[in-house]
C-alpha cells in the first residue's frame, strides 16, 4: 500500500445516509478481479443519472477529490470489499462520516484509505467546507481535519491501524513485520518434534 501521512485536496461532499456498499460497487460488477480500473464502476448508477443532475464526483473540482465527506452509516450492507478498492482505484485515500458498516471500515484500513468517524457538529463544518470547493487538509501525523478557514478538527484512529496506514503496511506486511520471529520459532519446532507434516522432508 501508499504510505498515509497527509493529504490536501477538495473534499467531495456526499450528505446522504445509509450508502450501502451496493451503489459503491453495484453487485454485477464482482466478476471483475483486478483491482486496476474498478474505480470507473464507482457509484455506477449515480454517475449516469443524466446531464442535468450529474453526480459529485463527475462535477469538476470533485471529479479529482481525494477526500470524500459522506452521511452517516457508509458502506453499510454487504462486505464486498470492491467498494473500497473502487474508491481507491478512483483516488480517494480518506472519507469522513458520523459512521460506518462496520465491515467497510475495517476494509478501509486493509486497502489504503482512512475512515474519519466524528461527532454531528465536527462533521457538520466539514461538510459545509466540503461543498465551497475549497481543499482541506487531512494530517494522520497530528490527527487533525484542517478547514479552509484554518479551524482543526482532531479525530480517533485507533493506534496499530495509525501506524501501519502512515508505513503502507496491509494485515500481511503487519504479520510478517510484527510476528515473523514467532512464526520463524514455531516452524523450527514443528519440524523437530512433527516432521510427517512436512512434505519437504518426505
Known amino acids: 500500500m501508499t504510505p498515509f501521512t497527509r493529504v490536501v485536496s477538495v473534499a467531495a461532499p456526499l450528505p446522504e445516509t445509509d450508502i450501502d456498499t451496493d451503489i459503491i460497487f453495484p453487485a454485477r460488477f464482482l466478476l471483475l478481479l483486478d483491482r486496476r480500473g474498478l ?13 442535468g443532475a450529474r453526480f459529485v464526483l463527475d462535477r469538476p473540482p470533485f471529479d479529482r477529490a481525494q477526500i ?3 452521511g452517516r ?6 462486505s464486498r470489499e470492491h467498494a473500497v478498492w473502487a474508491l481507491a ?3 480517494v485515500r ?6 460506518f458498516g462496520e465491515i467497510f471500515y475495517a476494509n478501509c484500513f486493509r486497502n489504503g484509505v482512512l475512515p474519519v468517524r466524528l461527532e454531528a457538529a465536527p462533521h457538520g463544518r466539514i461538510m459545509t467546507a466540503a461543498e465551497t470547493g475549497a481543499p482541506i487538509e487531512i494530517d494522520l501525523g497530528s ?3 484542517r478547514l479552509p478557514d484554518g479551524e482543526d478538527i482532531p479525530f ?3 493506534p496499530g491501524r495509525r501506524r501501519d496506514l502512515m508505513l503502507g503496511r496491509d494485515e500481511i506486511d503487519a504479520i510478517l513485520a510484527d510476528d515473523i520471529g514467532d512464526i520463524r520459532d514455531y516452524e523450527s519446532r514443528r519440524r523437530a518434534t512433527r516432521a510427517w507434516l512436512d512434505p519437504r522432508l518426505k
Do not use: Y
Open 39 to 51: 474505480g470507473a464502476h464507482l457509484f455506477h448508477e449515480r454517475r449516469r443519472d443524466g446531464v
Open 89 to 91: 482505484d478512483f483516488g
Open 68 to 70: 470524500l465527506v459522506a
Open 143 to 145: 490527527q487533525t481535519v
Open 156 to 158: 480517533e484512529i485507533e
Open 94 to 99: 480518506v472519507v469522513v462520516a458520523p459512521s
Open 73 to 78: 452509516n457508509f458502506g453499510c450492507g454487504s
